[in-house]
Structures are given as structure tokens and as C-alpha cells.
């Protein structure tokens, strides 16, 4: 079983509706990240979140908003999505400190009409 | 602003035919530099670490190298298996306490048997 597990692994939706992209994680990391891909962009951090009662904004935050329900459970909504939040978006968890690595999920593909 | 540049966008090799990837940052104050590889339709998988200027890290046929401005991925007799997008980051001091990765956009790898 994968480590980090990302649900659902495909969606697609129309402008306006509220969505949720669930994760996962059996790693114990208390670290949790959601990233977004995009063709010629890279990598780009939406939110993190160091522990359950810490959640901070990335560099992309606007338009999203997370929850965390568990140490292992780190959920990404989009309240009334747009076309333009269309990418793959990723999940991923570390261990604290620098020099960690992070471990990533299968990503979750998010199509919006 | 950090910024991770990573040439050339697309390498395409003969099997057997070794070559190198380049990763160029400007970042301040350089906590770790990361390489990743990216399967289709996967999430990017964690290669290796690298901390400071002169340090090494070898796996299978890749091995990474670190300067003060770059990183090499240099890959050795490489397989058809070894086709991949390959990732860098970086994680700086300005990046402050939420460890922050910047992500370059990456480097299509095709080998041809």
C-alpha cells in the first residue's frame, strides 16, 4: 500500500462547485503539504501544516482552503472552483526539520468546465 | 526571490549513452538541494539530498553533484528504464521556518533502446 494516498485519483467538475481532495498518510509525519503542477510552472505550495493545530499558507493559497482532521489526514478543498485551478495537485509529508525530505503522493487530477 | 533553473528541458539518449543533467539556483542561504524523479502519472519520487558545496551522492547508475550556484544529476549508462522527468529543488534560509521547497520545472528524460 502506498504511503501517502491521494482520493480520488481523478475528477472532473464544473465552474462553481465546491470540491474536497482528500490524503492520507501512513508515514507518521507530522508535516503535511499540498502542492499544485502545472505544465511549465513546476511545483508550486498551496498550504502546509506542521501538526494538527498549524496550518499556514504557501505561496498559492488563494482560492483553497485546508483542513487537518488527524496527524495522518490533511484535506484540500476548493470552494467554488474555476477553470484555472484545472492541474495535477500533490500531496506530500515530511519529517520536521530541514534537510527532510518530501514524500509525495500519486497526485490527483482535477479537470474544471 | 529564490529561483531554480534546470536545463535542458528535454534530453533525449541512446541507451548506454551517458550524459548530465544541470540544476542552477539562486537562493538565500542554501539548507538543501533535493532531486527528484517523476514518472507519468505518478507523484515525484525523493532521489537524494545534497547539503553543502562538494558533497556527492551516487544511487544505481545516477549520481548528484553540488556547487555553490549548481547540481549535476549525471546518469551513467542510462536504460530505457531511466526515462523520466527529473526534479530539483531547493530549501533555503529564506524560505524561514516552514522549509520551504522551490521547485525547477524539470527535465524530460527519454532513452532509446
Known amino acids: 500500500d502506498a504511503d501517502v494516498t491521494q482520493t480520488p485519483r481523478n475528477r472532473i467538475t464544473k465552474t462553481g462547485k465546491r470540491i474536497m481532495l482528500e490524503c492520507s498518510q501512513t508515514k507518521g509525519h507530522d508535516r503535511m503539504y499540498w502542492y499544485r503542477q502545472d505544465p511549465g510552472l513546476g511545483l508550486r505550495l498551496i498550504y502546509y501544516?506542521?501538526?494538527?493545530?498549524?496550518?499556514n499558507k504557501g505561496e498559492i493559497s488563494d482560492g483553497y482552503s485546508v483542513s487537518r482532521q488527524a496527524q495522518a489526514k490533511f484535506s484540500l478543498s476548493l470552494e467554488s472552483a474555476i477553470p484555472n485551478q484545472t492541474a495535477l495537485y500533490f500531496c506530500?509529508?515530511?519529517?520536521?526539520?530541514?534537510?527532510?525530505?518530501?514524500?509525495f503522493g500519486d497526485g490527483t487530477r482535477l479537470s474544471i468546465l | 526571490e529564490d529561483q531554480v533553473t534546470q536545463s535542458p528541458e528535454a534530453l533525449r539518449l541512446q541507451e548506454g549513452e551517458s550524459s548530465s543533467l544541470n540544476c542552477s539556483y539562486t537562493v538565500s542561504g542554501l539548507r538543501g538541494l533535493f532531486w527528484y524523479r517523476q514518472d507519468p502519472g505518478k507523484g515525484p519520487e525523493f532521489l537524494f539530498t545534497l547539503y553543502s558545496a562538494g558533497e556527492e551522492k551516487e544511487k544505481e547508475r545516477l549520481k548528484a553533484t553540488l556547487t555553490k550556484k549548481e547540481s549535476f544529476l549525471h546518469i551513467t549508462a542510462p536504460k530505457p528504464e531511466d526515462s523520466a522527468t527529473y526534479l530539483c529543488a531547493v530549501q533555503a534560509v529564506s524560505g524561514g521556518s516552514n522549509y520551504k521547497l522551490t521547485f525547477g520545472k524539470g527535465t524530460l528524460l527519454t532513452v532509446n533502446p
Open positions: 506530500a509529508t515530511s519529517e520536521p526539520g530541514h534537510h527532510q525530505p518530501q514524500h
Open positions: 501544516s506542521f501538526d494538527v493545530k498549524d496550518i
